[in-house]
């Protein structure tokens, strides 16, 4: 899955923020009218704690990153929570010590994936590159993932962007079009974008380009070699930010003017 990092263009890795839930120890009934003896506390080494945390944390990992592959190869409605049990090498019980339901594992997978990536955008977005620049590595960020995490991209474009519940993701799902229409706006006060263009809309278009060609990949509809990545990474960036450049329109304006003369 998606890993932090900064704001360059790199393989993007599975990131797991939250901690596995935990399940208090309740020896002692606490509302009980009578008790037999105390209550009872539990103090444990720090290092035995950290090991516990951390135990806990690979084992939610593990149980992710199985989920993955198994959305991936089966799709999510086909999927059992055995399939995923089995994948990952654990007891069928022990994945609802960490997740309620099938459903509750794939909105995990969404969430901390799109947590890291809108991340990673953010961090580009706060570099003072040309915003032609920026947007390059915006494009480097969401098309190198097929590259290194194509399972990712598969379930993030099969079982959450064209699924069923996608209008309840909605405002998730374009924060990274948010991103790109700053960047773009930026670049227009800066000169370097055509000041007419529509930043929203422009914006629109660039992400809108990206989402079809991962979804095209997704689908076996378009060649995805490492080659092939590159050069769509070229020329989405190349093509897009030639139309956006204040050149472009200086460019128009002249041969406007050449076709009046």
């Known amino acids: 899955m998606l890993e932090a990092y900064d704001a360059g263009a790199q393989p993007l890795q599975l990131a797991r923020r939250e901690c596995a839930r935990q399940i208090p120890r309740q020896v002692d009934d606490e509302r009980s009218v009578q008790r037999l003896h105390s209550a009872r506390s539990y103090h444990y080494p720090a290092t035995t704690l950290g090991e516990r945390t951390t135990g806990s944390e690979e084992k939610r990992r593990q149980i992710l990153d199985a989920a993955v592959r198994v959305f991936a190869r089966k799709g999510f409605h086909t999927s059992r929570v055995g399939d995923i049990a089995e994948e990952a090498g654990v007891a069928h019980g022990l994945l609802y010590h960490y997740f309620a339901s099938k459903d509750e594992v794939l909105e995990t997978v969404f969430r901390d994936n799109w947590a890291v990536l809108l991340e990673r955008i953010r961090a580009v977005e706060e570099t003072d590159a040309p915003a032609s620049e920026q947007l390059r590595h915006v494009a480097a960020i969401l098309l190198r993932t097929w590259l290194h995490e194509p399972d990712v991209v598969r379930v993030l474009v099969r079982e959450i962007a064209r699924s069923p519940e996608v209008q309840e993701r909605i405002g998730e ?3 990274p079009i948010g991103s790109i229409r700053r960047i773009i ?11 007419e263009l529509d930043p929203g809309l422009a914006a629109i278009v660039f992400y809108g380009g990206i989402d079809e060609i991962l979804t095209g990949w997704v689908l076996s509809q378009l060649p995805s070699d490492a080659d092939e990545v ?25 041969r406007g003017a050449d076709v009046s003369a």
Request: aromatic share 6%.
């Open 173 to 175: 799902l374009v924060k």
């Open 185 to 195: 706006e930026r670049g227009q006060e800066r000169g370097e974008f055509r000041a």
């Open 230 to 254: 590159a050069t769509a990474e070229q020329t989405v960036v190349d093509v897009l930010c030639a139309g956006f450049s204040a050149a472009a329109e200086q460019l128009g304006e002249s």
